[in-house]
DNA sequence: CTGGATTAATCAGTGCCCTGAGTAATCACC
DNA sequence: GGTGATTACTCAGGGCACTGATTAATCCAG
């Protein structure tokens, strides 16, 4: 009767594509490592000593859950997790030789995912679907996060 | 040392930006109901009478998802499920009254929530969003969905 | 009409994602 | 220097998402 037509749903377009990206990942990546799993190794890549709270902010996983994937890459022996002598409360976080070689490796076969991923797309498309889903994760994040002076955003006022 | 950037990568900015969603249904939708669970509703207020199979079909569900999803709306009391009297294998599903008037309730504040996260881009721009993203999510279940004409895809090959 | 495939649904197991509550360590102010 | 707030992490609990195995009903070939 008043249903509503989802393909018109951003949300609902996003769950989709995320689901479509799981996927693709399990079959041309990792059936061992998760996409959020190799985000963790990547930040630990460049900067070993990380505590779990940065690495939760930087790759966007919250608390719990970035607890839930060290533990996981903790017992695959993909990272060290040591008590920061210096503030108790911590735990500095390295990649193991393993945890290196692993993250090597997938790195290679995500650039090739990447690639399949946007084929439908052409090279200006692909340009321009990762600027406008950046800009509208990028100002829904700012909605919960006031004190961030990044995009005010006025949220009933459509642009232009 | 060799780390990737993953804000070009489609699959982490596919996360972050249902995780943004997530938290604005959460903020402007409802607490109670979810968005899948909204689109179950949908599904149903346009055709009821169908079984789980086709439900999760209809929104992008997989079988197991859709039936813990339509099993929390039956204890909601939002839905019934009855055995299909002509194949004892299907249950056949159909919205209560209250099924239909959360479902009415919700798809105004849907449409509202839509402006706020799509508030950010032009109204040329949310077109082309919406369809930029529904042109990689088809194609993607297009791979792992052979005799689907739709797509076949030529994966390596990148267009223009 | 009967026995082997298919099909709808369930269940167990793993993983991501969020919230709210709790614990322990540190910091900051008096 | 001690007390109260803040901070890092853990834990319990609910929900989505997938796989592989199982059950029950139906379909179809012989």
């Known amino acids: 009767m008043a249903a509503v037509d989802l393909t018109n749903h951003p949300g609902h377009l996003a769950r989709r594509l995320q689901q479509a990206h799981y996927l693709l990942w399990n079959a041309m990546v990792s059936e061992e490592i998760t996409s959020p799993q190799f985000a963790v190794?990547?930040?630990?890549?460049?900067?070993?000593?990380?505590?779990?709270?940065?690495?939760?902010?930087?790759?966007?996983?919250?608390?719990?859950?970035?607890?839930?994937?060290?533990?996981?890459?903790?017992?695959?022996?993909?990272?060290?997790?040591?008590?920061?002598?210096?503030?108790?409360?911590?735990?500095?976080?390295?990649?193991?030789?393993?945890?290196v070689r692993t993250h090597r490796k997938l790195a290679l076969r995500t650039a090739r995912m990447n690639q399949v991923f946007l084929a439908p797309l052409s090279a200006a498309e692909q340009t321009q679907f990762l600027d406008l889903i950046r800009r509208v994760a990028d100002a829904a994040e700012g909605l919960r996060n006031p004190g961030d002076p990044g995009t005010p955003v006025e949220p009933l006022a459509a642009p232009t």
């Open 41 to 99: 190794l990547n930040a630990l890549v460049d900067e070993p000593g990380l505590d779990q709270r940065t690495v939760g902010e930087r790759v966007g996983l919250d608390r719990s859950t970035v607890a839930e994937v060290i533990s996981r890459l903790g017992r695959r022996g993909l990272l060290d997790k040591v008590r920061d002598p210096g503030d108790g409360r911590r735990f500095l976080l390295r990649l193991t030789e393993d945890g």
